[in-house]
């Protein structure tokens, strides 16, 4: 799966383990409709592992930690279960350790779809997936949302009890009787950990606060005009409150080489399924896919005219629901490597209006023949989401990139 994408349940009982190369504390929180818990009853976790419907399983270290959701006990006004991990230890981040969440049936162990989140960096927590009803019908979703305050930055945006410590973090910490089940520690450094977090005095929630954006995490939407992206950061295709469902150009340019040689670039776009798995490719010797949602204008052999090289035309209403991720690529199929190109860049412009909506300047190159540039990701809620990726490859043709691109979802 991608991030935004999800699946329809066709059992009543869902398992999802999430593994790392590292130890994970593994948490579900059950949600209603405003996104917050009822109280701290509804925060499964190690301390407290059974709910109305939402079980947690420990793996003891040897077997990934679960949260198991039977969707037929889970009790009227809870509309979402989210499946919450972070590190075990103290002050790690993701990065580098990513975790994966598998979702099986319960009962047989079948498994029905994995999520890898992709690009962590800072985030000592994550909301990893969510198993929501919709319309009646329960399904799951891929999410991926990290947080830099760990754990107790997921319990204070969903609403569980946080409570200060009462004490400066200088001052040496009192013995303590065990901590009443749900409560969670404010961040501190070091974080503490909630199966030892100190007692909770008798006191109204903390406030709910927007969790901490990793760096680089951080979303943006078109109300205010043009973005400038930087590498790896999201612009959600959203002006005024509305998703932008129509037809866009993604324009990619570049220089031709240093000291006046030619040099023949070719942009592409890989469009990928739910699983990550390739639907087909876009390119100069396919210059239409998808039932024609996504064209090319054709090959531009050196880089040579003012504007954009290459062009490729996507009707964003149009595109099937097979298709939930769209890569933008460039590669030298002559072999020069992207240290002798001068100015490659991408940017995404309204077809109707021709108003440049987002841009993203390739500002520093590596002698490699291939680069992913941008990525295009559908949301659950229908809108689509651009990030600047600008990560290169060895590779001169698009085929090359369909494994590395996939990799970048």
């Known amino acids: 799966m991608t991030p935004g994408s999800n699946i329809p349940l066709a059992v009543q009982r869902v398992t999802v383990d999430v593994t790392a190369p590292v130890r994970l504390d593994v948490s579900g929180l059950l949600l209603t409709a405003d996104g917050k818990v009822r109280s701290d009853d ?46 075990d230890a103290e002050g790690q981040s993701f990065q580098g350790v990513e975790p994966t969440a598998t979702i099986r049936g319960a009962d047989d162990g079948s498994v029905l779809a994995t999520f890898t989140p992709p690009q962590l960096g800072a985030e000592t927590a994550l909301v990893v997936m969510e198993v929501y009803l919709r319309n009646g019908a329960w399904k799951a979703r891929a999410v991926g949302q990290g947080y830099a305050n760990g754990l107790a930055g997921i319990a204070t945006d969903f609403g569980v009890s946080v409570e200060e410590p009462a004490t400066p973090a200088a001052a040496p910490a009192p013995q303590a009787p065990p901590a009443p089940p749900a409560a969670m520690p404010a961040p501190t450094t070091p974080p503490l950990d909630p199966r030892t977090a100190p007692p909770a005095p008798a006191a109204a929630p903390a406030a709910a606060a927007a969790p901490a954006p990793a760096p680089g995490s951080g979303k943006i939407n078109l109300d205010k005009g ?65 039932g024609g949602a996504i064209k090319h204008s054709g090959d531009n052999l050196t880089g040579e005219g003012g504007g954009d090289d290459e062009v490729i035309v996507v009707d964003l209403g149009r595109i099937p629901q097979e298709v939930t991720g769209l890569v933008f690529t460039v590669n030298s199929f002559t072999g020069q490597k992207f240290t002798e190109v001068a100015k490659a860049y991408c940017r995404l412009i309204d077809a109707a209006s021709g108003e440049e909506l987002v841009r993203f300047d390739l500002t520093n190159a590596e002698a490699q023949t291939g680069v992913m540039m941008a990525k295009l990701i559908k949301q659950f809620s229908g809108e689509w989401e651009m990030t600047a990726i600008g990560e290169f490859v060895k590779s001169r043709t698009v085929r090359g990139m369909v494994k590395p691109a996939a990799k970048s979802l």
């Open 42 to 87: 509804d925060f499964i976790f190690y301390n407290q592992p059974s709910g109305p419907g939402v079980t947690y399983t420990s793996g003891g270290g040897s077997a990934p930690d679960s949260i198991t959701v039977d969707t037929a006990a889970v009790p009227p006004g809870i509309e979402k279960i989210v499946v919450t991990a972070s590190p």
């Open 226 to 290: 043009r973005v400038s992206l930087q590498k790896n950061q999201t612009v959600s295709l959203v002006k005024g409150g509305k998703p932008l469902l129509s037809q866009v150009k993604m324009g990619l340019g570049w220089e031709p080489a240093y000291r006046g040689k030619d040099i023949d670039l070719d942009a592409s776009v890989i469009a990928y399924g739910p699983q990550r798995n390739h639907v087909d490719s876009c390119y100069f010797g396919k210059l239409s896919i998808v």
